[in-house]
């Protein structure tokens, strides 16, 4: 597997766009450098982060093989300002499934919108992947 670059080091020191308080590069970055995410809270906060800096290949690379999109094109799409995320609830429904209710906020052309969801996710391998979301608003 081949890892993406690293990305600038004056966001590696900022503090990590999931708002956990740390900075990137000892929050999501380990995880999108090919870490295998622990839990899938931590997952969601990393696929998060990932949307922020436009990481397709580890949002593709995270999504579960049976819902995977064939690509995306998060620089086509209509900019997004992401604003922050937080995690509303997450537990294991089985040793191999588990539940991330969150909300994540966000602007396209001006306009705030507020995403509240439950995603679904599947452990393969000792990895973590999004399955589905269930979206609420
Ligand atoms: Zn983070």
Known sequence: MSLPKRVSSSKQNALCPCESGKPYANCCEPYHLGLAAPNAKTLMRSRYTAFVL??????????????????????????????????????????????????????????????????????????????TGDFRD
């Not at 507020?114 to 393969?124: A, D, P």
Request: glycine share 6%; proline share 5%.
């Open 54 to 131: 436009g990481l397709e290949a580890y949002l593709l690379a995270t999504w579960h093989p049976n819902t995977r999109p064939a690509k995306l094109n998060l620089a086509e799409e209509p900019p997004t300002k992401w604003l922050g995320l937080q995690i509303k609830r997450a537990e294991n429904t089985s040793e191999t499934t588990a539940i991330v209710e969150f909300i994540a906020r966000y602007k396209i052309a001006g306009k705030a919108t507020r995403l509240h969801e439950t995603s679904l996710f599947e452990r393969i391998d000792g990895r973590w992947y999004y399955l």
